[in-house]
């Protein structure tokens, strides 16, 4: 099983950057693909980005270009890297955890990942 926690979140104002972490806990953290999901009020929990086991990566359009995400399986940690926000960045970021095997495809379902911080809450403001 693992635990994950997520901070870094934050105030600022757009065109801004924001790095946000994700720790995690437990045994076998490098066979669990993560990912970051967002939710503001009043609209579901999307997808933003993801890395599997094997460091493929996947982008929402919205984000593409603007988010990097990246692991340390040392450290246990994975980040979001985020440049240029935008107010309609603002939300709740969750970050998500499945284990999955090696050759796993990626997946941008929530559903399909079984564990979950608590989020932290992001916000482009000027």
């Known amino acids: 099983q693992v635990q994950l926690v997520e901070s870094g979140g934050g105030l600022v104002q757009p065109g801004d950057s924001l790095r946000i972490s994700c720790q995690a806990s437990?045994?076998?953290?490098?066979?669990?693909?993560v990912a970051w999901f967002r939710q503001s009020p009043g609209k579901e929990r999307e997808f933003v980005a993801s890395?599997?086991?094997?460091?493929?990566?996947d982008y929402a359009d919205s984000v593409k270009g603007r988010f990097t995400i990246s692991r340390d399986n040392d450290k246990k940690t994975v980040y979001l890297e985020m440049t240029s926000l935008e107010p309609e960045d603002t939300a709740v970021y969750f970050c998500?955890?499945?284990?999955?095997?090696?050759?796993?495809?990626?997946?941008?379902?929530?559903?399909?990942?079984?564990?979950w911080g608590q989020g932290t809450q992001v916000t482009i403001s000027s």
């Open positions: 998500a955890a499945r284990h999955t095997i090696w050759t796993a495809p990626d997946t941008r379902a929530a559903g399909d990942y079984a564990y």
């Open positions: 437990g045994a076998s953290f490098m066979r669990h693909a």
């Open positions: 890395i599997s086991r094997s460091g493929n990566i």
